[in-house]
């Protein structure tokens, strides 16, 4: 059975991040994310990135599950991977 290249790229691109289990966690998400993009960091979804600012292209990343994150459990932050 071949695979096509669609289904090699959506097996590929999910990722075991744990659920965004408060409105805390996606604020910190997405400060992170948006300082990446500000910094040069290409966004993980197709949107044009004159007619929205880096804060709502990284909400949507997240949204979108494209932000790969590790959650811990000893007061830390969470993460968010390049």
């Known amino acids: 059975m071949t695979t096509l290249p ?4 959506e097996t590929t691109e999910q990722t075991q991040s744990p659920d965004i289990d ?3 966690r996606l604020i910190i ?3 992170q994310r948006s300082k990446q993009l500000q ?4 966004p993980r979804i197709e949107i044009d990135r004159t007619k929205h600012k880096p804060t709502r292209i990284a909400l949507e990343e997240i949204v979108q599950g494209r932000v790969v994150f590790h ?3 000893d007061g830390d932050e ?3 991977e390049v």
């Not at 669609?6 to 790229?9: M, N």
């Not at 910094?39 to 290409?42: E, K």
């Open 29 to 31: 998400l997405a400060a």
């Open 6 to 9: 669609e289904e090699i790229d």
């Open 78 to 80: 969470a993460q968010a």
């Open 71 to 73: 959650a811990t459990h």
């Open 22 to 24: 408060s409105k805390y």
């Open 39 to 42: 910094r040069g960091a290409r």
